[in-house]
């Protein structure tokens, strides 16, 4: 359990610095850049998640993320499992509009005139003025209030327009059978039923309805660890594997 105590204090740091790091996740900054042809923080910070993404899947929704560590912090009011399902697809389409809106600013401008990290940020930081405080508590209760009203990170599920890149980057390392971080199942037959996996599960998937595969294959799965480290039969383990997925 020491390495769920070490995921939840990273992602309560990642949390106390949202005000700062807020820009660098920003779906709109990265339109602004895109007008005046600039490659921005949060264009930089999408690209290394996509390509990240390819070796170590979505570890950064499990220990990096602070819309990840902002919805955790809900899991005391309400920690039910939210449906999977098609609604899970609401993110793909949020995203794929999105990215076709980006991919016209930056063809609108042009052509790419700098690299500015920091672009429309104080000295680097997000949240400087009574503006971008009205917008961050925005962004927060919009992230927050879904998750006390439907349970475990429904803002993940659902809305997220980070995640498609990293689901992306795992499509992709499964398509050419590249190695990666993967939950590996080992003797699933041992299984007692006791639904620790299930519900240590910070994404709320059915954990143990998933042990008769070689590995956890459902791309909602953070690589969070929490089954690995909840299992009195030690049924789960990281493992860095050639994918074998199908999905
Ligand atoms: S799905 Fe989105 S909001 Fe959730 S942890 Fe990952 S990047 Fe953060
Ligand atoms: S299936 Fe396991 S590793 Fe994946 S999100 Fe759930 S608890 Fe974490
Ligand atoms: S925690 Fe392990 S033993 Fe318990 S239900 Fe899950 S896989 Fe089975």
């Given at each position: 359990?020491?390495?769920?105590k070490?995921?939840?204090l990273l992602?309560?740091?990642?949390?106390?610095?949202?005000?700062v790091?807020l820009?660098?996740?920003s779906?709109a900054l990265?339109i602004d850049?895109g007008?005046s042809?600039?490659?921005?923080?949060s264009?930089?910070?999408?690209?290394?998640?996509?390509l990240?993404a390819?070796?170590?899947?979505r570890l950064?929704?499990?220990?990096?993320?602070?819309?990840?560590g902002?919805?955790?912090c809900?899991f005391t009011i309400?920690?039910n499992?939210?449906?999977?399902?098609?609604?899970?697809?609401?993110?793909y389409?949020?995203?794929?509009?999105?990215v076709?809106?980006?991919v016209?600013c930056?063809?609108?401008?042009g052509?790419i005139?700098k690299i500015?990290?920091?672009?429309?940020t104080e000295?680097g930081?997000s949240?400087?003025?009574?503006?971008s405080?009205?917008?961050?508590?925005?962004?927060v209760?919009?992230?927050?209030i879904?998750s006390?009203?439907?349970?475990k990170r429904?803002?993940?599920?659902?809305?997220?327009?980070?995640?498609p890149?990293?689901?992306l980057?795992?499509?992709?390392?499964?398509?050419?059978h590249?190695?990666?971080?993967?939950i590996?199942?080992n003797?699933?037959?041992t299984?007692v039923?006791?639904?620790k996996c299930?519900n240590?599960?910070?994404?709320?998937?059915?954990?143990?309805g998933m042990?008769n595969?070689?590995?956890?294959?459902?791309?909602?799965?953070?690589?969070?660890?929490?089954?690995v480290?909840?299992?009195?039969r030690k049924?789960f383990s990281?493992k860095v594997?050639p994918?074998?997925?199908k999905k």
């Amino acid at each position: 359990m020491k390495r769920q105590k070490i995921r939840k204090l990273l992602l309560t740091v990642s949390l106390l610095f949202f005000p700062v790091t807020l820009y660098y996740f920003s779906p709109a900054l990265i339109i602004d850049a895109g007008l005046s042809g600039i490659i921005n923080g949060s264009f930089i910070v999408f690209v290394s998640m996509f390509l990240l993404a390819i070796p170590f899947g979505r570890l950064f929704c499990a220990y990096v993320c602070p819309a990840g560590g902002l919805q955790e912090c809900a899991f005391t009011i309400n920690s039910n499992k939210p449906k999977q399902g098609w609604k899970n697809n609401i993110k793909y389409v949020i995203w794929a509009f999105w990215v076709l809106m980006v991919v016209l600013c930056y063809f609108n401008s042009g052509k790419i005139v700098k690299i500015d990290f920091w672009f429309n940020t104080e000295n680097g930081i997000s949240v400087s003025s009574i503006q971008s405080y009205i917008i961050y508590y925005g962004i927060v209760f919009l992230i927050f209030i879904p998750s006390i009203l439907f349970g475990k990170r429904i803002f993940c599920h659902y809305f997220c327009w980070m995640a498609p890149f990293m689901v992306l980057g795992t499509k992709i390392r499964r398509f050419l059978h590249l190695p990666g971080l993967h939950i590996q199942i080992n003797n699933g037959s041992t299984c007692v039923s006791c639904e620790k996996c299930s519900n240590n599960c910070p994404m709320g998937l059915n954990v143990s309805g998933m042990i008769n595969n070689n590995q956890i294959e459902d791309l909602e799965c953070i690589q969070c660890g929490a089954c690995v480290d909840s299992c009195p039969r030690k049924i789960f383990s990281y493992k860095v594997v050639p994918e074998k997925g199908k999905k």
